[in-house]
């Protein structure tokens, strides 16, 4: 494909993006720019970013920052948002429209659009904005989400867009989408990061509401298809569902098989998420598991060594 090819598609395709982090460490080497995509065929019961799981625009509130005037309420079209005694003004995400209304009568900026159309070059120049700092500490791009390959040909442009100014690739993903999504975007990859909630199927679709067959088949099938990419699996750390010995056991003893992880991260369950439901009007489920200590882990560090991992605990 020609330059001129490319610049076409860089400004045509387009995707929905809530947000781009700069700055950022810790998914991936050196100083990175993170970019977070909407959208996600799953619904882990713990996820942390409730606001990429619909792949439309969508209004969060923040309690702390509303004065109680309800504006917002006299001009929402639809009678969306509610006062409520606990939450302040709840939006229903079921009847909102996402006009943007009760954005533009909120002057203490309690209501937030989150997701917006975005072209590849669009991101680009963001992300170039950085470059030196990725020089100069071996940083580069993180596409996250939600699932970047729920928007593959976007994420796929992106990627290529990024290598092609020799900027380093990552990805975070769930690996849940059909093959030819996964397969368009290794090329483009210096790091995957896998996350891997459990081996037991029923036991995935329960927390998850999906099976995982296609991941477990698709984590396989990028090990064998590495070519120069490293390959680094995150398993979430979440009591109750895989947080206890045996479900790890089960874990380590089925990536032992896998050829070609570089390491294993476990992940330890938090509740910095657990506001942005109460913002977006949805329920969280798991208010009354505390969150993990990273020194609760380190147990599993050897655990993974008698199968041969290399396991850490993530520090952030």
Known sequence: MTESKHAAIDEILRGTVFDIKRFATGDGPGIRSLVFLKGCPLRCVWCANPESHRSEPEIMYQRSLCVGCARCVEVCPTNAIQPDKTYGFVTNPDTCIACGRCID????????????????????????????????????????????????????????????????????????????????????????????????????????GVPNQLILENLKRIASDLRDAKLVVRIPFVPGYNGDEDTLKDMFSWLAEVKGVVRVELMPYHRLGMAKYDGLGRSYQLRGIEQVQHRELARFVDLGKRYGLDVRIDSR
């Open 105 to 208: 009568v909120c002057v203490y900026g309690a209501r937030e659009m989150l997701g917006q159309s975005m072209a590849v070059a669009e991101v680009m120049r963001v992300i170039q904005r950085d470059r030196r700092y990725y020089d100069n500490s071996g940083g580069g791009v993180t596409i996250s989400g939600g699932e970047p390959l729920f928007q593959y040909q976007f994420t796929r442009e992106l990627l290529r867009a990024c290598k092609d100014m020799g900027i380093h690739t990552a990805i975070e993903t769930s690996g849940y989408a059909d093959w030819e999504a996964v397969a368009s975007v290794l090329p483009f990859l210096d790091l995957i990061f896998f996350d891997l909630k459990q081996t037991d199927s029923a036991r995935h679709q329960e927390h998850t």
